[in-house]
């Protein structure tokens, strides 16, 4: 598959989601929706990322936006991360990794030499219409939920 780009129709999703259900991107449809795509619930910089996301979840919602935080990680890892950190978003879980691999975030990655697969952070910003508005790829965490929220803000 080719990859995304601004102006993109995003691929569909409809996966498990955190406190039961699912969440799919036509059930948001007129929405602007933020996925963020992070490696695993619970270290450092994924929590980190999650709490400044639920920090601005207010903000996000004023705007008519809904962010959605999506990992490999089961539903129980997801509840269990929510609970322990009190986070406000929507976590959805992507076991199969099927949407990481249709967004292109599911990546050969390298950590002391050593090769394996895993969730490159990225975030996708859809507008109402379900296009593909914004990509950030290799996200690093500081100040990054402000660089989205004023993104959205500008839609």
């Given at each position: 598959m080719s990859e995304l780009a601004e102006g993109m129709m995003a691929p569909q999703f409809d996966l498990p989601r955190?406190?039961?259900g699912n969440v799919s991107l036509e059930g948001l449809a007129g929405k602007i929706v933020v996925i963020y795509f992070y490696p695993k619930d619970d270290t450092s910089g994924c929590t980190v990322e999650a709490i400044d996301f639920s920090a601005l979840s207010g903000e996000f919602a004023s705007t008519g936006a809904v962010i959605v935080g999506m990992s490999p990680d089961p539903v129980k890892a997801h509840d269990k991360f929510i609970a322990k950190h009190q986070l406000g978003i929507i976590l959805a879980s992507d076991e199969d990794k099927?949407?990481?691999e249709a967004y292109g975030v599911w990546t050969e990655k390298s950590m002391y030499?050593?090769?394996y697969m895993g969730v490159e952070r990225s975030t996708f910003l859809i507008d109402r219409d379900g296009r593909i508005a914004r990509i950030w790829r290799k996200v690093k965490v500081p100040g990054?939920?402000?660089a989205v929220l004023a993104a959205v803000k500008a839609l």
């Open positions: 955190d406190g039961g099927s949407v990481l030499g050593r090769k990054h939920a402000q």
